[in-house]
């Protein structure tokens, strides 16, 4: 079975200042996508950043990028110059191919917030 | 654009009662997916579907049941809930196959059991 591990519950940072949420995930594929997902308080699930395993580039999306450590099975998430609006829950996410489907596998969350 | 709309967004059930949760998807996509979400849990698979007629079951598929009689839709049925499955639902769509292709939420709804 995959699994997902984010160790931070919380996490805070002063605006403007830069931050790195951890991930580490378990599996036996080789190929396979990460995402993270951020979560603010109106609930609603939205799509921070992905990176395929098979990719050794680091993705990047604005202030956001990752670290990925494929042999380490390490998604770290950084996010620099912090703005208010980032204030929220951090999903990291694991996607795996089926046969019938892709299954996906998110961590606890990281409850980040942004002091002004 | 709706995206992936959940209805209802609240609802309060009393034990034993059933219900069903709709999740409607305006944009031609083939796979969908109900979670759950609770404290200090993360967000669970419950079932999915990888087309019109088509279910499957996730991590947490015991005491619930799911429909996709049609593509854009994908329900949700509570047969007689239990207070174990008080929880945020999620509904969850993406366009197929193609790895690269994220998911797309809807705003989650509320249940809970007494």
């Known amino acids: 079975a995959q699994t997902v591990t984010q160790s931070q519950p919380e996490m805070s940072v002063q605006e403007a200042e830069t931050v790195t949420l951890s991930c580490t995930y378990d599996t036996s594929e080789s190929n396979y996508y990460l995402f993270w997902y951020k979560q603010p308080p109106s609930r609603q699930m939205i799509l921070v950043i992905r990176?395929?395993?098979?990719?050794?580039q680091n993705a990047t999306e604005n202030r956001f990028s990752v670290n990925f450590q494929k042999a380490a099975k390490s998604f770290s998430l950084k996010i620099s110059d912090s703005q208010l609006g980032d204030t929220a829950m951090y999903f990291c996410?694991?996607?795996?191919?089926?046969?019938?489907?892709?299954?996906?596998?998110f961590g606890t969350g990281t409850s980040l917030t942004v002091i002004p | 654009n709706a995206g992936v709309t959940q209805t209802p967004k609240f609802r309060v059930l009393k034990t034993g009662q059933s219900m069903t949760l709709l999740c409607a998807q305006d944009m031609n996509h083939e796979y969908m997916y109900w979670y759950r979400q609770d404290p200090g849990m993360g967000l669970r698979l419950i079932h999915y579907s990888v087309g019109e007629g088509t279910t499957a079951k996730g991590e947490v598929p015991d005491g619930y049941n799911v429909s996709r009689l049609k593509k854009q839709n994908f329900l949700l049925g509570l047969e007689s809930a239990a207070p174990s499955q008080t929880s945020v639902y999620f509904c969850?769509?993406?366009?197929?196959?193609?790895?690269?292709?994220?998911?797309?939420f809807g705003d989650g709804t509320r249940l809970s059991i007494l």
């Open positions: 996410a694991f996607m795996k191919h089926l046969v019938d489907g892709n299954q996906f596998y």
């Open positions: 969850a769509s993406r366009p197929g196959q193609g790895f690269s292709q994220p998911q797309h």
């Open positions: 990176q395929e395993a098979y990719k050794q």
